[in-house]
């Protein structure tokens, strides 16, 4: 993969958020880290409404909620997304609580570029929004979260960094919900820090991660 990460030109980040955005939060801390290989250029959310935005205004990243009920469907609304990434000049697109499914064109603009976190140890529980409701449900024993690449079919890309919690007696979704969220914090930045310093490498459906510069 060709990230400008090998040089010494920090990747521009572009994150795509719903709702709450914690995860977009841990990335706005990460980046704020003197060695971050990577600066989060930009939010756009599919919710003006979304919480996510003020986060990253708050860190002066631009932040732009781009209403569906504008556009006359999700290819026009996400190729307006699609617009506003190149625009701002994105190397790097991170879905962090984004809500829906990119259309290919969007994914084949950034192929190998586009990462997604998702609250299961993938292949469970993939497609849902509701990912840990179901590992509860399933009787599971542990769970985690996984960062992968996106590609056309949802939550089946190339995995790049998973994180495992146990499910404890008594676990509620929320509780649970809470202990992965914990993890995914941790793990979208280490797993965007890969991309961003051109360590991730494509093999099939797997990665390799290669390892540092000297
Ligand atoms: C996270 O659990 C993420 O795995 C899932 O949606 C949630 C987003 O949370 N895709 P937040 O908006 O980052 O707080």
């Given at each position: 993969m060709t990230m400008p990460g090998r040089s010494s030109k920090r990747a521009r980040v572009g994150v795509l958020v719903s709702g709450r955005g914690s995860n977009l939060a841990a990335l706005l801390g990460d980046a704020a880290r003197e060695d971050a290989p990577y600066e989060?250029?930009?939010?756009?959310?599919?919710?003006?409404?979304?919480?996510?935005?003020?986060?990253?205004?708050?860190?002066?990243?631009?932040?732009?909620?781009?209403?569906r009920a504008l556009f006359t469907g999700r290819l026009a609304h996400h190729l307006e997304l699609l617009r506003l990434l190149r625009e701002h000049g994105v190397d790097l697109v991170v879905c962090a609580g984004f809500d829906q499914i990119l259309v290919p064109a969007v994914v084949e603009a950034y192929p190998d570029r586009i990462?997604?976190?998702?609250?299961s140890l993938l292949p469970a529980f993939a497609g849902t929004l509701h990912a840990q409701e179901e590992a509860l449900a399933h009787g599971?024993?542990?769970?985690?979260?996984?960062?992968?690449l996106v590609t056309a079919e949802p939550d089946a890309g190339p995995i790049v960094a998973q994180g495992v919690v146990p499910v404890?007696?008594?676990?509620?979704v929320e509780t649970?919900?809470?202990r992965i969220l914990e993890q995914e914090h941790q793990l979208l930045p280490r797993a965007v820090r890969?991309?961003?310093t051109?360590?991730?490498?494509?093999?099939?459906?797997?990665?390799?991660?290669?390892?540092?510069?000297?």
């Open positions: 989060v250029a930009l939010a756009l959310s599919n919710r003006p409404e979304a919480p996510a935005l003020e986060r990253a205004r708050a860190a002066g990243v631009t932040a732009l909620g781009i209403d990462l997604n976190v998702h609250p599971v024993k542990v769970s985690g979260c996984t960062v992968h404890e007696e008594g676990d509620t649970l919900s809470a890969l991309v961003a051109g360590r991730v490498r494509v093999e099939g459906r797997r990665t390799v991660i290669l390892p540092p510069n000297p």
